[in-house]
């Protein structure tokens, strides 16, 4: 798991939480990894509507003694080229 170290404190624990619950394996809304085994997520964060991954996450930060803000993170869909992807977090 890779987070950049410029985004902020807060959301880099949320996100943590929420790779923390992908790789532990939970339903991760029908996404399969790329050929390496990886998942890309987004650093846009979304408020936790329901069981799965983004609760499990929430839970995890929760547990880790701060109170977590939104906690669902979009998927997203694997980079085309190598030098792309600043967007990218895990």
């Given at each position: 798991m890779?987070l950049?170290?410029?985004?902020?404190?807060?959301?880099?624990?949320?996100?943590?939480?929420?790779?923390?619950?992908?790789?532990?394996?939970a339903?991760?809304?029908?996404?399969?990894?790329?050929?390496?085994?990886?998942?890309?997520?987004?650093?846009?964060a979304g408020?936790?509507?329901?069981?799965?991954v983004?609760?499990?996450?929430?839970?995890?930060?929760?547990?880790?003694?701060?109170?977590?803000?939104?906690?669902d993170?979009?998927l997203?869909?694997p980079?085309e080229?190598a030098?792309?992807?600043?967007?990218l977090?895990?």
């Open positions: 890779f950049r170290g410029d985004l902020p404190v807060s959301l880099r624990v949320d996100l943590l939480g929420f790779s923390l619950a992908l790789a532990v394996g339903d991760h809304v029908d996404r399969e990894p790329d050929e390496n085994g990886l998942f890309y997520v987004g650093t846009e408020p936790v509507c329901g069981p799965g983004a609760l499990l996450g929430a839970l995890m930060v929760q547990r880790l003694g701060r109170r977590p803000g939104d906690c993170f979009r997203l869909d980079p080229e030098g792309r992807g600043q967007e977090v895990a």
